[in-house]
């Protein structure tokens, strides 16, 4: 691949690497899997990354409450680890975070839906099941 001083276009500021099996798993939430492009896009070739929280909160317009949550949620998954990261001279405080390349997915378990599995069990009156019915169609 060109040195990041070659690229142009989008890439000009560098660039990361995501797992399709991170993208495709539904069990992580799709703010969870914007984070870890974020820090993807920062570690480029690396594992590691150390973004500014506020950068990142200014960048993803999420709160840092918010921002914690997604990364808690990558880290409890093990995607990723975080440490605190200090400068040798105290000025600056943030967190290291590494992007764990050997961890384990567990792949997704695709369940096939149906009209007659998709009804609320609660609600099998003729009237209010057919309307469900009709509307679940449309989705398809």
Not at 11 to 28: D, F, H, L, P, T
Not at 42 to 57: D, E, F, N, Q, V
């Amino acid at each position: 691949m060109e040195e990041i001083d070659k690229l142009s276009g989008i890439y000009k500021n560098g660039y990361g690497y995501v797992a399709k099996s991170i993208m495709k798993n539904r069990n992580i939430s799709i703010k969870a899997k914007a984070v870890y492009a974020y820090l993807a896009s920062y570690a480029g070739k690396k594992s590691t990354a150390y973004p500014p929280i506020k950068l990142m909160c200014q960048d993803l317009r999420v709160t840092p409450s918010s921002l914690n949550k997604y990364i808690n949620e990558l880290v409890n998954c093990g995607l990723i680890s975080k440490t605190k990261n200090r400068s040798d001279d105290m000025r600056f405080e943030n967190n290291l975070y590494t992007i764990n390349q050997d961890a384990i997915i567990d792949e997704p378990s695709y369940k096939i839906f149906t009209m007659e599995n998709m009804v609320d069990e609660k609600n099998i009156d003729g009237k209010n099941h057919r309307r469900k019915n009709r509307r679940r169609k449309n989705i398809y």
